[in-house]
């Protein structure tokens, strides 16, 4: 009696449903609330077997804790301790929880729907059950669609919202109280017109190169890996703040084949030309015509690894390629790391593994890191 004493004293509204005092019911209150739990016990009381069941509210608020509630009920010695940390454990979660607030008044729906009405229902893609998240949609000067997900405060709009973009670089949203939707959406559109000079750029590399990775690449991605010829590719990191400049290049490839490109590349950078888009520059720089879609099938630049003999291995591509110009057989940088380390005759360096081509036994290296440039 003197355990059911205490829990009645820790927690008043958790009752006893039958005589044995296995199934508990009711409320636990934390911070001026109140959530439906209820506690089911296997018949020697050990709590190890014990279930707790809770309501939705309540998982909700428990999202991202079950496994610490789990825990403190399995090594818990009593009822009456487990909820005493289980109300501890509730506690910190409703302080971290953002997201479990009031509802709004009807102000805040009524002010919702007269903004997308002055703005438009024809730019809203997405809006929640809860009227807290919404995507707009809009199209820059060259007719690219884009997307803006826009999460709402409860004090909205006296809170700026949270944004999210498909831009390259961050969003940054100017807001004031009197700010609307059709603030943010003007304000979406301007940021558009300023990075349209980039997607262009990435566009006409994606329509007249054959790029490797990434396979499908998004608006915010501004990496590209091109295929030069057979297992020689080149790596470009283009700055959307600098797109007069000459990008980030990483040639990849044997050696032998690679070298006189980084000697073009260091010899002719004087011709870059801020009148010329990126990819014309690199034409006139590295005295190339990149292969095209136009031009040469995908097959002529996909060779399979020479160790798994696939092309992709999760998102990676083989681009690690044998040295020797009668070999030049092409391997994932994982594959040809595992394969080195599994040979007797292979020795190691820190993360770089020196052995033997498996295809010609010629030297060749690996390093387990980020690509060679």
């Known amino acids: 009696m003197a355990g059911y004493d205490a829990l009645i004293n820790e927690c008043p509204l958790l009752l006893p449903q039958n005589r044995q005092k296995t199934v508990f019911d009711g409320f636990v209150m934390v911070k001026d609330k109140e959530f439906r739990v209820r506690i089911l016990l296997p018949e020697d009381r ?9 309501s939705w509210q309540l998982n ?3 999202h991202g804790y079950q496994h610490i509630v789990k825990q403190r009920l399995q090594q818990s010695t009593d009822l009456v301790s487990f909820m005493l940390e289980f109300k501890t454990v509730l506690e910190i979660a409703l302080r971290n929880k953002h997201d479990l607030q009031t509802p709004p008044p009807p102000q805040y729906y009524a002010q919702l729907i007269k903004e997308i009405g ?12 809860e009227f807290r998240t919404i995507k707009l949609k809009a199209a820059d000067s060259a007719g690219r669609e884009h997307m803006i997900t826009i ?3 409860s004090k909205y709009p006296a809170e700026p919202p949270d944004c999210a973009t498909d831009f390259p670089v961050p969003f940054v949203l100017s807001w004031t109280h009197e700010s ?15 990075l349209k000079e980039f997607w262009d750029v990435m566009d006409e590399i994606d329509e007249k190169t054959w790029v490797l990775e ?6 915010a991605s501004t990496t590209r890996r091109i295929a030069l010829s057979n297992n020689v590719s080149i790596n470009l990191e283009v700055d959307p703040r600098h797109l007069k400049m000459l990008p980030e290049c990483c040639f990849l490839g044997a050696d032998h ?23 014309q520059n690199l034409k006139d720089i590295l ?18 690894c020479g160790i798994c003999y696939a092309y992709r291995l999760s998102s990676a591509i083989p681009d690690q390629v044998c040295d020797d110009p009668r070999c030049g057989q092409p391997f994932h940088q994982e594959c040809l790391y595992e394969w080195l380390r599994g040979l007797p005759s292979s020795r190691q360096s820190f993360n770089v593994i020196f052995g033997e081509c498996p295809y010609c036994s010629k030297p060749i290296t690996v390093k387990m890191t980020s690509k060679r440039c």
């Not at 002055?118 to 059950?129: F, I, S, V």
């Not at 015509?289 to 097959?299: G, N, Q, R, V």
């Open 118 to 129: 002055n703005l438009g229902w024809d730019k809203l893609a997405y809006m929640d059950t």
């Open 46 to 54: 050990d709590l190890k077997h014990a279930r707790l069941q809770c």
């Open 180 to 194: 609307s939707l059709e603030n943010l959406h003007s304000q979406f559109l301007a940021a558009l017109d300023s």
């Open 151 to 153: 999460k709402l405060k």
């Open 60 to 62: 909700q608020v428990l």
């Open 287 to 304: 005295e190339i015509d990149f292969p095209s879609k136009a031009t040469h099938e995908k097959s002529s630049f996909s060779m399979e």
């Open 214 to 219: 990434p396979e499908n690449p998004a608006r």
């Open 257 to 279: 084949v690679v070298a006189p490109l980084k000697n073009k590349l260091n010899t002719n950078m004087h011709l870059w030309s801020p009148e010329c888009t990126v990819l």
